[in-house]
C-alpha cells in the first residue's frame, strides 16, 4: 500500500493526538514533527524514534512532505498555512481556520489555484455520534426541527489571547452547520469577561435559521461541570447527544406537548403531554481523529473536497466573526451574508448547497 508522507507542526497540547493518529495510520508515513518549544520535540522523538524532528517547520519543505497538519495557536494558523500552500503541500489545519474571514478566503483562493487540498479539523464532523445525530434529523423521526441548545463548559483552559468562544463555540457551530446543513441568517452573542479583562470566559450565542429553527450555544471556561450536550427539540420527539457519555452517547425522547384546542379542566390539560420510551442507538464508534486523519488522505488521493473544506471553516470564521461583533456591541444581532463560493473557488458546484464536500 502506497503511503503518503505527513509532517504535523505543533505538539502542545493537541497535536500529539493526531501524531499518534498519523503514526498508526497504515496510509500514512509520519516524516517529521516541527514545534517551537525543544521540550516538546524531545518527548516526541522519545515516542516516534523514527521520526525527523524540527524547530522550524520549514525545514519539511525539503523533507519529501506531500501534506502537514497543522495545531499550533489559532493566530499562527494563516502565516503557516499559506507558506505551507505556497510550498505546494495539502493542508489540514485545526479549528478555527483563521481570525478574520479574509485570511480564511486568502487560504481557499490559494489551495484552490495550486489545486491543493485545504481541509480544517472539525473533528465532531468525524464522529460516529454526531454522524447518528444528522441521520436521525434527516430521517424525519423527530419531526420538524424546533431548536437546538448545544453547551460546553467546563473550567479552564484561559487563554489570555483568545476568547472562549473562539476557543470551544468552533466545535458547536460546526456541529449545528453540519446538523442543519444551512447557515444561520444572523447571530447574536453576549458574555462576560471575569477573569481577565476583554477575554470573555462566558459566552451565549443565539442565531437564526431557516424555518424558524433556533440554536443556542453556550460556552463557558467558568464552570464547575464539564457538560458537552446537544439537545435536538422537534415536534415529534427529542434527542440528546452527550460526549461525555462513554457508550450511551445519544438518546432519542418519544416526548412532546400535543397542543390541545382547548383544555377546560387540568386533567385535560395534562393529557397533551406525551410520554413515550426513551430510545438509546448503539453507535459503532471509531476515534474521530483517526476517521478525520483518513479522509484528509482520501480527499487529497481522490481530488475531492473534504467533507470539512476550506469552505467550511470559513463558514464558521464568519459566524464567529460576527458573533465577535455582537459581543462587542451589546448583544446587537449581525446578519450573516451569504457566501460568493464563485469568487473564491474554481467550481463551486464540486461542493454541496450548505459548502460541504459530498458526504
Ligand atoms: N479538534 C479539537 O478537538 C482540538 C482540541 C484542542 C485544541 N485544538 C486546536 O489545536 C490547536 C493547538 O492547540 P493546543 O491546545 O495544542 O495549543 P498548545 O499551545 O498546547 O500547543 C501549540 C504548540 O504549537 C507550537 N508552536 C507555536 N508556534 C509554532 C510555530 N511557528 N512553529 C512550530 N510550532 C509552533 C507551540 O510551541 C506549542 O507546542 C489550536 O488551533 C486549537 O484550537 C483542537
Same mark, same amino acid.
Not at 261 to 265: G, R, V
Given at each position: 500500500m502506497s503511503q503518503m508522507n505527513i509532517g504535523v507542526i505543533g505538539s502542545g497540547y493537541w497535536g500529539p493526538n493526531l501524531i499518534r493518529n498519523i503514526a498508526e495510520l497504515p496510509t500514512a508515513n509520519l516524516v517529521a514533527v516541527a514545534d517551537a518549544r525543544p521540550d516538546r520535540l524531545k518527548h516526541i522523538k522519545t515516542l516516534y524514534p523514527f521520526v525527523q524532528i524540527t524547530e522550524n517547520y520549514q525545514d519539511m519543505f525539503s523533507m519529501g512532505i506531500e501534506a502537514v497538519i497543522i495545531a499550533t495557536p489559532p493566530h499562527t494558523h494563516f502565516a503557516i498555512a499559506s507558506d505551507c500552500l505556497n510550498h505546494g503541500i495539502n493542508v489540514l489545519v485545526e479549528? /478555527?481556520?483563521?481570525?478574520?474571514s479574509a485570511d480564511a478566503e486568502a487560504l481557499i483562493k490559494l489551495a484552490d489555484e495550486r489545486n491543493l487540498t485545504l481541509m480544517v479539523g472539525n473533528t465532531f464532523e468525524y464522529n460516529a455520534a454526531v454522524e447518528m445525530l444528522k441521520n436521525i434529523i434527516d430521517s424525519g423521526e423527530l419531526g420538524e426541527i424546533f431548536y437546538i441548545d448545544a453547551v460546553r463548559t467546563n473550567l479552564g483552559l484561559f487563554s489570555t489571547k483568545l476568547n472562549v468562544m473562539w476557543d470551544l463555540a468552533p466545535h458547536d457551530v460546526s456541529i449545528l452547520l453540519y446538523l442543519l446543513g444551512k447557515d444561520p441568517h444572523n447571530v447574536a452573542a453576549q458574555g462576560r469577561s471575569s477573569i481577565y479583562k476583554g477575554i470573555e470566559d462566558l459566552v451565549y450565542m443565539h442565531m437564526n435559521f431557516d424555518n424558524d429553527v433556533v440554536a443556542h450555544v453556550h460556552v463557558s471556561w467558568l464552570d464547575p461541570n464539564k457538560v458537552r450536550r446537544i439537545t435536538v427539540v422537534g415536534s415529534k420527539k427529542m434527542a440528546v447527544y452527550d460526549?461525555? !457519555?462513554? =457508550? !450511551?452517547k445519544i438518546k432519542i425522547y418519544d416526548k412532546g406537548v400535543d397542543a390541545p /384546542?382547548?383544555?377546560?379542566?387540568f386533567a385535560q390539560f395534562q393529557f397533551s403531554y406525551r410520554y413515550g420510551n426513551v430510545v438509546i442507538p448503539y453507535i459503532k464508534f471509531t476515534e474521530p481523529l483517526r476517521v478525520e486523519c483518513q479522509h484528509f488522505i482520501d480527499s487529497i488521493m481522490s481530488k475531492t473536497q473534504p467533507r470539512s473544506s476550506g469552505v467550511t471553516g470559513l463558514r464558521i470564521v464568519k459566524i464567529l466573526e460576527a458573533a465577535d461583533w455582537s459581543l462587542k456591541n451589546h448583544g446587537s444581532q449581525k446578519v450573516i451574508e451569504p457566501l460568493e463560493l464563485e469568487k473564491l473557488i474554481k467550481? /463551486?458546484?464540486? =461542493?454541496?448547497v450548505n459548502g460541504n464536500g459530498k458526504h
Open positions: 479549528k /478555527p481556520l483563521t481570525l478574520n460526549d461525555i !457519555e462513554p =457508550l !450511551e /384546542p382547548y383544555a377546560d379542566t467550481s /463551486p458546484a464540486a =461542493l454541496s
